[in-house]
């Protein structure tokens, strides 16, 4: 059983390293539409907020951009999403491994 978890973890960070060659352009952050009238919903405008280098930013985002900037957003999510996972597989591994180091 150990033995084959191993090998589907490896499987799995394969398939985790060929998907993140393949995400393109990504940026952090969240994209908002904000208000220069809040009250009255007038001048609406969209900006993204994100931290960097421990920085939190905030970017004035013109429209005809925020197709392209949703797009690496979520870009960016999935590489943390996929990042996290092989981390945690990662760990799984080494575990197995010791495991079966100490069996006789």
Do not use: C
């Not at 421990?54 to 590489?79: C, H, W």
Request: glycine share 4%; hydrophobic share 30%; aromatic share 8%.
């Amino acid at each position: 059983m150990t033995n084959e978890r191993l090998e589907t973890i490896q499987k799995r960070i394969v398939d985790i390293k060929q998907e993140l060659l393949n995400i393109g352009e990504m940026r952090p952050g969240s994209l908002t539409r904000q208000y220069k009238d809040p009250k009255s919903r007038a001048g609406p405008y969209y900006q993204l907020s994100y931290t960097h280098q421990m920085k939190s930013r905030t970017d004035y985002v013109p429209r005809g951009a925020i197709p392209e900037l949703r797009m690496q957003i979520r870009n960016y999510r999935r590489f943390k999403s996929l990042t996290t996972e092989w981390v945690a597989l990662g760990i799984e591994h080494s575990r197995l491994k010791m495991k079966l180091a100490r069996k006789p």
